[in-house]
């Protein structure tokens, strides 16, 4: 489901089903790293449009939590909403290593992904190197499920 009011009535309705929060984190960078941050929110972004196709009807995609790298804020505040609101699951998305260090004062699970450039690829080799990425993906959000459940 996605953040838009038409999915948000369905999470409502459907709350007993969808038990899994997604939030991306990409970083916000004016300086030297601008073309990278904006490439990591590119493709995090994709990633996460693809899973939430997949996994529709169980999963919640919020808004990106965007960053200053240096102060990188409160993304566990996310975590702490979507657990008080009775969601299982909460999965942080990223590109940036980072959060791997980061990840038991988050209150989720940190899924690592090495960003792409996906500048000036043709978007048929863009989708299918998203593709490619998501399904593997897919694999690791189903072992946290069910790391969870025991």
């Known amino acids: 489901m996605n953040w838009n009011g038409k999915d948000a009535a369905l999470v409502e309705q459907q709350k007993n089903y969808i038990d899994t929060v997604l939030i991306p984190l990409v970083p916000l960078d004016f300086g030297t790293g601008f073309r990278q941050s904006a490439e990591q929110y590119e493709f995090i972004g994709l990633l996460a449009d ?12 919020t808004p990106p939590y965007a960053y200053v790298p240096e102060m990188a804020g409160n993304a566990a505040l996310w975590s702490e909403r979507a657990r008080s609101a ?52 897919i694999q690791t959000v189903v072992e946290k499920w069910q790391d969870n459940i025991e």
């Open 86 to 137: 009775a969601f299982k699951h909460v999965f942080f998305l990223t590109a940036d290593s980072m959060w791997r260090t980061r990840e038991n004062e988050l209150g989720g699970s940190v899924i690592l992904v090495p960003s792409v450039p996906l500048g000036d690829m043709e978007e048929s080799v863009k989708h299918s190197l998203i593709s490619h990425q998501a399904k593997q993906l």
């Open 50 to 61: 693809f899973l939430e196709r997949q996994f529709k009807g169980r999963i919640v995609v």
